[in-house]
Nanobody, 117 residues
């Protein structure tokens, strides 16, 4: 069993920065992808950014050039550095781990990010 614990959400003014962290504990092995998703009321959860175990990254068009995803494999922790935040970035952010082995998938508890204008 794997658990994901997030931290780093909060309230920030437009143009500001926040860094989210997600630490995974448990039995993590083989190829995997760590990602951040976000969700606002009444909308589907959407992918923000993902990084695989080889270090390749992918970003939603809306955050390209502003957000950076990274991972520290030694600590089983991954991060989302969010810069130049906009009010439309306001959402609950969830971290996600997908393992290639049997396609196991895990979610964090979610953390609120609020960007004021």
């Amino acid at each position: 069993q794997v658990q994901l614990v997030e931290s780093g959400g909060g309230l920030v003014q437009a143009g500001g920065s926040l860094r989210l962290s997600c630490t995974a504990s448990g039995n993590i092995f083989g190829p995997n992808a760590m990602g951040w998703y976000r969700q606002t009321p009444g909308k589907q959860r959407e992918l923000v950014a993902v990084i695989n175990s080889g270090g390749s990254t992918n970003y939603a068009d809306s955050v390209k050039g502003r957000f950076i995803i990274s991972r520290d494999n030694a600590k089983n922790t991954f991060y989302l550095q969010m810069n130049s935040l906009k009010p439309e970035d306001t959402a609950v952010y969830y971290c996600n781990l997908k393992m290639a082995f049997r396609s196991w998938e895990y979610w964090g508890q979610g953390t609120q990010v609020t960007v004021s204008s």
